[in-house]
T-cell receptor
């Protein structure tokens, strides 16, 4: 399966813990995008990364959230000191190149903060 | 990016064609129309996109009006597995922040047996 892969699919954390979400792009894709979908809401852009570079993180909350896409390995979305409001579905998408290319989405990680 | 308007919900009988409309009256000449769908609890799935010509692939057809102010996604023979929220997204071809896909509320298509 050459699709976008995300893990874990479900993640439960207690308030104050850290959450790490992983995304492996499609084969041949070097651009990764993270979106968040709060309950009963649409998907909202969070961050756009290329290998080793953050291109646009304008949609990320200023505190506790960070993202990386290292030269080797998956992209990581990290949420420190999670709060109940972080409970959401987090989707990763990838594209072959940046501007204008079709984005293909992974199955998402559903984060539940207790 | 141009704003899109879609009906909140539609029903379709299994085996019939599903025609999902989208209005994008403020679309500009260099903006594409993209369609994605999201089946419950899954990630958005790319369906099709077009600029001004009609497009067809193995999943659907996209009909764009000549003035480009509206479009219709056609699923020729809807099945129960096509029940999903369908999103119409307008996106600049290049430049700016065109990588930020803007998902509205979409249309919940329910295919009935």
């Amino acid at each position: 399966n050459a699709g976008v892969m995300q893990n874990p699919r479900h993640l439960v954390r207690r308030r104050g813990q850290e959450a790490r979400l992983r995304c492996s792009p499609m084969k041949g894709h070097s651009h990764v995008y993270w979106y968040r979908q709060l309950p009963e809401e649409g998907l909202k852009f969070m961050v756009y990364l290329q290998k080793e570079n953050i291109i646009d993180e304008s949609g990320m909350p200023k505190e506790r959230f960070s993202a990386e896409f290292p030269k080797e390995g998956p992209s990581i979305l990290r949420i420190q000191q999670v709060v109940r409001g972080d409970s959401a579905a987090y989707f990763c998408a990838s594209s072959r190149t940046g501007q204008g290319e079709t984005q293909y989405f992974g199955p998402g990680t559903r984060l539940l903060v207790l | 990016d141009a704003k899109t308007t879609q009906p909140p919900s539609m029903d379709c009988a299994e085996g019939r064609a599903a025609n999902l409309p989208c209005n994008h009256s403020t679309i500009s000449g260099n903006e594409y129309v993209y369609w994605y769908r999201q089946i419950h609890s899954q990630g958005p799935q790319y369906i099709i996109h077009g600029l001004k010509n009609n497009e067809t692939n193995e999943m659907a057809s996209l009909i764009i009006t000549e003035d480009r102010k509206s479009s219709t996604l056609i699923l020729p023979h809807a099945t129960l597995r096509d029940t999903a929220v369908y999103y119409c997204i307008v996106r600049v071809a290049s430049g700016g922040s065109n990588y930020k896909l803007t998902f509205g509320k979409g249309t919940l298509l329910t295919v009935n047996p």
